[in-house]
């Protein structure tokens, strides 16, 4: 009897996301139809559809006494509760199955995700739940509690190592988020490396916070670099919030991200993100009415190389910018991210930022 019931709710949880799906696509106001739309997000996918989404502070509404957490408590400055946090984990399993074409993508990377049980609380405690998704996660020394995470469908892919890689930062004893570094058996065929990111902030400004981007691109850069050494047919896949432009030192020079307009060579790096821009949004994050592309993707050239092994479609990244992950903006004019706060007021929307995401074939 239990199980009957419980296999009645996860059919009900799914009816309800696929509605909420089709109503939000209902309400496009773009030449091609609700369901046109829908088709074509499954007509594109390929075998395999990778996102990820920077979720703007997911935090639980408990205090924790190692991290600088206390603004997002019920009486913090953002006066967080554990109802605002139900809303919020509602809202993203819907944009992580939307981005999909009904099913999810077969590997999310998140971040700002305060700790493991916010992360179970999506992956085991809301609609998203029906898939049956298994987590990559550690806790982050970040300062703040912020950590990221990367869901996967382990149909489709087997974990086969993981570690995580502490980032030092120059002259300061403040501390960062890990980069999460996953392996993962595919389709019984290749080898993905996954490298899941979130670069220190501009905060301080750009001048004095430039030296700790390029401090986490030089530590990825070096574990690249092991990898490729061991195996120069390695397929990379590194995805994250950098805080920074594709065309930045810290990407572009310090990791050495080329644009995939560049002659592909198997063992560089190129930046899908380079130049790419929304149907309706001119970049992943809006910050006093400029638009950046701080969320990225980016992959070693044997995955663009056109053949019968694993590769990159399009040769570029996608933003998923659907008109409800949008809404006016009253201060800069055109569009910007329905975000969850402006400023400390609470808005109840998605995320200040969009999600990004590739296919595979």
Known sequence: MSNTIEKYERSTSLLLICMFTVILYICIPDRLAAQDRIQQYQQERGELRIMFYNTENLFDPFNDSLTKDDE?????????????????????????VAVGGWDPPECIGLCEIENRMIINQLVYESPFSFYEYSVVHKESPDFRGIDVALLYNPEKLKLTDKEFITVNLPG??????????????????????????????????????????????????????????????????????????????????????????????????????????????????????????????????????????????????????????????????????????????????FSDHLPVFIDLK
Not at 239 to 263: C, H, Q, W, Y
Request: proline share 4%.
């Open 172 to 349: 300061t004893r403040r501390t960062t988020r890990d980069i999460l570094y996953a392996t993962f058996a595919c389709m019984d065929t290749d080898t993905i490396h996954i490298f899941v990111n979130h670069w220190p902030s501009k905060y301080g400004g750009q001048y004095d916070s430039e030296p700790n981007r390029r401090a986490a691109a030089l530590t990825l850069r070096r574990v690249v670099d092991s990898v490729i050494s061991e195996n120069s047919d390695a397929k990379i896949i590194i995805m994250g919030d950098f805080n920074d432009p594709p065309e930045a030192f810290s990407i572009s020079k310090v990791l050495g991200a080329k644009t995939a307009r560049d002659t592909i060579k198997p063992v560089k790096l190129y930046n899908l993100s380079s130049g790419i821009s929304g149907i309706h949004a001119g970049g992943t994050h809006k910050y006093q009415g400029q638009w950046s592309i701080l969320d990225q993707f980016i992959v070693t050239g044997n995955l663009l190389k056109n053949s019968n092994t694993l590769s990159v479609t399009g040769e570029k990244a996608e933003i998923f910018d659907p008109p409800f992950l949008l809404e006016k903006d009253e201060t800069y004019f055109g569009l910007r991210p329905n975000r969850t706060y402006t400023g400390y007021s609470y808005h109840g929307g």
């Open 72 to 96: 997002f408590l019920p009486d913090g400055v953002r006066h967080w509760t554990w109802h605002k946090m139900q809303d919020k984990i509602s809202k993203l399993s819907k944009v992580i």
